[in-house]
């Protein structure tokens, strides 16, 4: 079955202990990228991969890194957590470009304790 | 404010109605897409637009565009209980290079009641 997978989908966390959310798609798709979603601000692109071992920053970066070492994993790393990442985070990708549809991950739900 | 801005913010109706949502944004754009969010869960594509088309239509869906007002609607006819969700446009924006990403709006939620 075509999917994009992520883990944890829950997670309790403190500040300061360096966490990482896994997402892996099995569609061989090259564009991948991370979304936070916060009420009342919709869904916002962390960061984005055109392919293997290229990533750049998308509209909230700060405080997120993440790598691209093969083609169908894309790991979000906070290297350290604080409250304000507590979110909904998203994994999504997309066969080419950032425009093609997007397929998204169930989710994992964050908290920064 | 957001690139891509739903309206209304919630919208409730009874089955069988038809259900329209709105989406504006700012700049030009190269497509225009409609996801929908069951509660707590990942997006799923719906629907895509170019900037070159004024309709399109999926089912009980019909999606109009109108790059002069920068603006889309999306219908959904003859609404089910399990049409309840949240939706959300996103814009592909005309931008240099080869690199392009998604801008989403807030999304609307909409409950269909029995």
């Known amino acids: 079955e075509a999917q994009v997978t992520q883990n944890p989908r829950y997670l309790i966390t403190v500040t300061g202990k360096k966490l990482t959310v896994t997402c892996s798609q099995n569609?061989?798709?090259?564009?991948m990228s991370w979304y936070r979603q916060d009420p009342g601000l919709g869904l916002r692109q962390i960061y984005y991969s055109m392919n293997v071992e290229v990533t750049d920053k998308g509209d909230v970066p700060e405080g997120y890194k993440v790598s691209r070492k093969e083609k169908r994993n894309f790991p979000l790393i906070l290297e350290s957590p604080s409250p304000n990442q507590t979110s909904l985070y998203f994994c999504?990708?997309?066969?080419?470009?950032?425009?093609?549809?997007?397929?998204f991950g169930p989710g994992t739900r964050l908290t920064v304790l | 404010s957001q690139q891509g801005e739903e309206d209304p913010q919630a919208l409730s109706i009874q089955e069988g109605e038809n259900a329209t949502m709105n989406c504006s944004y700012k700049t030009s754009i190269n497509n225009l897409q409609w996801y929908r969010q069951n509660s707590g869960r990942g997006l799923v594509h719906l629907i895509l637009i170019r900037s070159n088309e004024r309709e399109k239509h999926s089912g009980r869906l019909r999606v109009t565009l109108d790059t002069s007002k920068k603006s889309s609607s999306l219908l959904i006819t003859a609404s089910r209980a399990a049409d309840t969700a949240s939706y959300f446009c996103a814009t592909d924006i005309i931008s240099t290079g080869t690199a392009s990403k998604l801008t989403f709006g807030t999304g609307t939620r909409l409950q269909v009641t029995l």
């Open positions: 569609m061989n798709h090259e564009y």
């Open positions: 999504a990708s997309s066969l080419s470009r950032g425009s093609n549809e997007q397929f």
